[in-house]
């Protein structure tokens, strides 16, 4: 008896702007010009952001932080695809699409300072805190998505993570659960190409994360991650499919991190300078900067007001955390269990006796 083919599949790639910022006027998605601008902004604020507290963390104002930079479309493009009522599970490297959603500068700088305080989002939008252990995101995205499934409502899951995210078994049970459950959520990969140190080539056999989804009967993309409009335009598709009831898509962001995996790490120990000179010159701002610049909506005066503006509102979110003081004790116990143990209780009143000091 031959073999037949039972199964056949292959992945697409999306890139609707290049390197020089023109774009494919027939992949381009219908977005407004002062909306291209909007995310412009918002992209410079996360970079410029990103850099402030980099230096704060090197002032020892706030704790280890991961930076962002050259991340800013993979995660800004698909965040603008959500309405407020939508749920954002978001990961730790998504500064400029959450400054986009709404998220208050400051609470940044408190997370990153260790207060809770910076978790706990205005109810004006649905976001879940940031969330540090690798991939244990996902199934709570699932868990949404299928809670509002079953209330029918028209809402979806929007969940980010990382390549690094695609070896736990939580990437695979919650696309697994997708999957089958036909839930309304959208997985997204930035695929920066490293977890810490190490490269996706040690990170997966499978040629693309993409591919991943298919196992598991999930409409998948890899896109340009630099490219904002890529980015967009699959998210936009990935979340019509999900308010329709058509279930889950997974979305492959490929990028590139243009700085250390945090600041406690030294990434010239494990990738060449030549490796980063040429993701420089991907570098998604510069990118949409090069695309509004030709399209004569952005110039040079415009850009000097808007660094200023971002500084500004970053200086004042600093002060804003800053002022707030060390938070309560209890803040440091009180998350762990709905009702402390006999161990943290005891703990919570030895160190009570510290507060203040
Ligand atoms: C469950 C778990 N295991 C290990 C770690 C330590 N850790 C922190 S970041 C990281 C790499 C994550 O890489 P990736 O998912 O690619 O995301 P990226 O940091 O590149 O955005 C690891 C292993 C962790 N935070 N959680």
Not at 10 to 24: A, H, K, N, R
Not at 48 to 64: C, P, Y
Not at 293 to 321: D, G, M, P
């Amino acid at each position: 008896m031959p073999r037949k083919k039972i199964a056949e599949f292959s992945i697409d790639y999306l890139q609707v702007m290049d390197e020089g910022g023109v774009v494919d006027q027939s992949l381009m998605p219908n977005i407004s010009d002062a909306q291209i601008t909007e995310f412009y902004r918002y992209m410079v604020l996360g970079r410029v952001f990103d850099e402030k507290l980099f230096s704060l963390q090197r002032q020892g104002r706030i704790g280890t932080f991961p930076q962002a930079k050259g991340q800013e479309a993979a995660n800004l493009g698909a965040i603008a695809c959500l309405k407020k009522d939508d749920w954002l599970v978001p990961s730790y490297r998504e500064y400029a699409g959450l400054l986009y959603r709404g998220v208050p500068l400051s609470r940044f700088i408190l997370v990153f300072s260790g207060d809770e305080r910076g978790n706990s989002h205005p109810e004006t939008y649905r976001c879940l805190p940031y969330c540090i252990p690798i991939g244990s995101q996902l199934p709570h995205a699932v868990g949404i998505a299928l809670g509002m499934k079953l209330k029918k409502e028209k809402n979806v899951a929007l969940v980010f993570m990382g390549d690094g995210a695609t070896s736990e078994g939580d990437f695979h049970e919650a696309l697994n659960f997708a999957g089958v459950f036909k839930v309304p959520c959208i997985f997204v990969c930035q695929n920066n190409q490293y977890a810490i140190s190490t490269p996706i080539s040690k990170q997966t056999s499978s040629q693309t994360i993409a591919q991943k989804g298919i196992a598991y009967g999930i409409p998948s993309i890899k896109v340009d991650g630099n490219d904002i409009f890529a980015v967009y335009a699959a998210a936009q598709e990935a979340v019509s499919r999900a308010r329709e009831g058509n279930g889950p898509s997974l979305i492959e962001a490929f990028t590139y991190r243009l700085c250390d995996h945090t600041t406690s790490d030294d990434s010239k120990k494990y990738r060449s300078q030549e490796e980063i000179a040429q993701w420089e010159v991907k570098n998604p701002i510069a990118r949409l900067r090069k695309f509004l610049e030709s399209k004569k909506i952005w110039t040079e005066a415009q850009e000097a007001k808007l660094l200023e503006e971002c500084s500004i509102k970053i200086e004042s979110a600093i002060k804003e955390a800053e002022d707030l003081g060390i938070p309560p004790l209890d803040h440091m116990f009180g998350y762990m269990y709905q009702e402390m143990d006999q161990q943290l209780n005891e703990q919570f009143h030895y160190s009570k006796k510290f507060e203040g000091k």
